[in-house]
T-cell receptor, first 111, second 117 residues
């Protein structure tokens, strides 16, 4: 079963524009993580935000978390063609030993 | 440090056969998780191991099994393969202590692409 659900499923933008992806989840969490996957490759961890944090930055990435709405957003600023990938949110559902992933947002950045 | 290594990279099997996939975690990582990725179902959790013990298991039939060795390397086995088992199988390792919560990021390998014909 999918805990996180990303929205939109696909997003196409021009280089230099900002990209925003959203994630909703169902149960209480300890933390939420975002990952990127280039086609046919493994996932790469981008950023982790704990349940008691509201916003976190890492380079061109900005993540927000609203636990009252059970939602998170990932903002990529000044996008580049190299940002083209699928982006997934993952939550722990309160479990220590398992991460549950959403189905992802496919981001295409056109040069 | 070397990343997570999965072998083989590609595998083609026929229905009814069995297959064993291998994963070598990042040095020092004691937790290994396995995921199945398909276009229809996305990323599905298979199981997680720590110090040779399975700590959590996903909703997969008993045909899917795994184990972890004392050096933290892990294998997963799928017996009596079905067409629906065709997928990308991903292994991930993390620095998670025995009693710690899952606040460590997962480091993924590039997966094994299994095709069942």
């Amino acid at each position: 079963s999918q805990q996180g659900e990303e929205d939109p499923q696909a997003l196409s933008i021009q280089e230099g524009e900002n990209a925003t992806m959203n994630c909703s989840y169902k149960t209480s969490i300890n933390n939420l993580q975002w990952y990127r996957q280039n086609s046919g490759r493994g996932l790469v961890h981008l950023i982790l935000i704990r349940s008691n944090e509201r916003e976190k930055h890492s380079g061109r990435l900005r993540v927000t978390l609203d636990t009252s709405k059970k939602s998170s957003s990932l903002l990529i600023t000044a996008s580049r063609a190299a940002d083209t990938a699928s982006y997934f949110c993952a939550t722990d559902e309160g479990s220590n030993y398992k991460l549950t992933f959403g189905k992802g947002t496919l981001l295409t950045v056109n040069p | 440090k070397a990343g997570v290594t999965q072998t083989p990279r590609y595998l083609i099997k026929t229905r009814g056969q069995q297959v064993t996939l291998s994963c070598s975690p990042i040095s020092g990582h004691r937790s290994v998780s396995w995921y199945q990725q398909t276009p229809g179902q996305g990323l599905q959790f298979l199981f997680e191991y720590f110090s040779e013990t399975q700590r959590n298991k996903g909703n997969f039939p008993g045909r899917f099994s795994g184990r972890q060795f004392s050096n933290s390397r892990s294998e997963m086995n799928v017996s009596t393969l079905e067409l629906g088992d065709s997928a990308l199988y991903l292994c991930a390792s993390s620095l998670v202590g025995r009693s710690g919560g899952n606040n460590s990021p997962l480091h993924f390998g590039n997966g094994t692409r299994l095709t069942v014909t």
